[in-house]
């Protein structure tokens, strides 16, 4: 699969966090696998941010870390948002 389809794959796939207070939801926006950058759009207690973070790997794929503890989140765990 080319990079090309799998970006478009995987844009705005969703992904739902619980951190220990509420959700925060995150959206792919960019995967930037030259530059090892991803850039998601966060939606946390109603308040929308699009950050960028260091796209790393390990041997169950790609990830990036989140938050004050550095919670490491993959990049596989997002999935596509189906429109009604």
């Known amino acids: ?6 970006q478009n794959r995987r844009y705005l796939s969703e992904f739902s966090l ?6 925060v939801t995150f959206n792919i ?3 930037d696998t ?4 991803i ?13 960028s973070f260091e796209l790393k790997s390990n041997e169950t794929g790609l990830y ?11 990049v596989d765990d997002f999935e596509q948002v189906e429109e009604d």
């Open 1 to 6: 699969m080319t990079n090309q389809v799998t």
């Open 18 to 23: 619980y951190d220990s207070d509420h959700y």
């Open 29 to 31: 926006v960019d995967i």
């Open 34 to 37: 030259e530059r090892q950058v």
């Open 39 to 51: 850039t998601v759009a966060i939606t946390n207690e109603g308040k929308i941010s699009v950050c």
């Open 64 to 74: 990036f870390e989140y938050g004050l503890y550095q919670k490491e989140i993959s």
